[in-house]
């Protein structure tokens, strides 16, 4: 139990040297974060969000449940929270692939974000956004693989339920994993509205 | 089942979070919508921490480590904030000393 909130410390690090390039690079590039920030989706990102802790949710659920010893709920909530997990998965996959569609994402073809368009960018405001996309891929690329992490943790977790392996007495591996879970949830809180809802008041239909 | 309510509770507060965005006054030179929007998610993630990772029920020394990660996230962000900030030709001023 200890070993574990000792790897989320070193979790909590590794995240939040991320999250301090996001702000060093948000407060030197203010315009370019806000522009950027319009390139998202903010409804797909609002939906996994609920998603991630309605996910939480579920899975406080389950460590409940094997602390009662109640195989059958724990079952369920487990494989409730593991689709959830995948549904946040499969909605990221068409974010990406919209983004990489429009030449926006960090590889070949990146560098000619287009001048005019729908998703236009203004010519001295281009090295910004590329700043920007380069920091929201790099932390929800690394965010969506702890994501799956946690979900082969989850069918590994309903695997060993099935087969009996938890009682009342002996159920560490679901609370421990409940703690990452609940970890990448909390990661994506704070993702969320950073990177998001950076230029949500400023009206997201103007461009 | 308190714990279930917390939760749908907590779940309202992304809404929230989402419309607060939308008409708040640019004060601060638009530092206050992140300061908001950045508040409701710390509390979020406090009631995630505190309720659904039992933190609250947990041994001291659990509790030690978790304040230690929020402290050195502290220490991380003031003291590189800190000597941006007193570089010449700050925010522009990239890299410059």
């Known amino acids: ?48 969000t609920v998603v991630l802790i309605v996910s939480s949710l579920t ?40 983004k ?65 392996k938890f009682t009342k007495n002996y159920n560490s591996p679901v609370e421990i994993s409940g703690l990452y879970w609940h970890f990448v949830d909390i990661v994506w809180i704070f993702l969320f509205p950073l990177l998001y809802l950076t230029g949500f008041h400023v009206g997201s239909g103007g461009h | 089942m308190v714990m279930t309510l917390l939760t749908v509770y907590v779940a309202q507060f992304d809404l929230e979070g989402m419309f607060k965005d939308t008409p708040v006054i640019k004060s601060f030179s638009g530092v206050l919508n992140a300061l908001v929007a950045l508040t409701i998610a710390v509390i979020k993630a406090t009631a995630v921490i505190l309720i659904f990772m039992h933190v609250r029920w947990s041994s001291r020394l659990t509790q030690v480590i ?13 003291f590189t904030i800190s000597d941006y900030v007193t570089r010449g030709g700050w925010p522009t001023g990239l890299g410059e000393y």
């Open chain 2, 66 to 78: 978790v304040v230690a990660s929020v402290f050195w996230l502290l220490i991380m962000l003031s």
């Open chain 1, 100 to 164: 990489i569609n429009d030449h926006l994402f960090p590889a070949v073809g990146f560098y000619a974000p287009v001048t005019d368009g729908p998703h236009g960018v203004p010519l001295e405001l281009q090295q910004p956004v590329r700043v920007f996309l380069w920091i929201y891929f790099l932390m929800t690329g690394l965010h969506a693989v702890h994501m799956i992490v946690g979900a082969g943790i989850l069918i590994t977790l309903i695997l060993m339920a099935w087969k009996g």
């Open chain 1, 59 to 98: 899975m406080a659920m389950a460590v409940y449940y094997s602390q009662k010893g109640d195989r059958k709920k724990l079952i369920g909530f487990l494989t409730v929270t593991l689709l959830l997990g995948l549904a946040f998965l499969v909605i990221k996959y068409f974010e990406y692939s919209s």
């Open chain 1, 1 to 48: 139990m200890v070993g574990m909130w000792l790897f989320l410390l070193t979790e909590v690090m590794f995240f939040g040297g991320l999250f301090l390039a996001y702000t060093i690079y948000r407060t030197i590039y203010p315009q370019g974060f806000l522009y950027g920030s319009h390139l998202l989706n903010v409804p797909l990102g609002g939906t996994n």
